[in-house]
């Protein structure tokens, strides 16, 4: 899917399961661009901690859409640099 933005703007990419999780518990999900890390999901809740630099506080996902299955993820303050393909990797 193709999703457009623009410089200093947001995009939400759109990534979701086709069968929502009972429980946030034992959810792994990777976002990647580049093989870059943007955003990590472990066990259900949002990790930082191995996030590529470029990415700091630009980052986030929808913790409450986590149950239905909604990982999506929302770039903020776009760069020329985000351009390209983004993963989204679901691990149940």
Known sequence: ETVVGFIGGSVVLPCSS????????????????????????????????????EYNNRAETFPEEYKTGNFSLKLNNLQHTDAGKYLCYIIM
């Open 18 to 53: 086709e069968e929502p999780p009972l429980t946030n518990q034992g959810i792994d999900v990777r976002w990647r661009h580049s093989s870059q890390n943007v955003y990590d999901i472990i066990d259900g809740k949002g990790s930082v901690e191995e996030q590529h630099q």
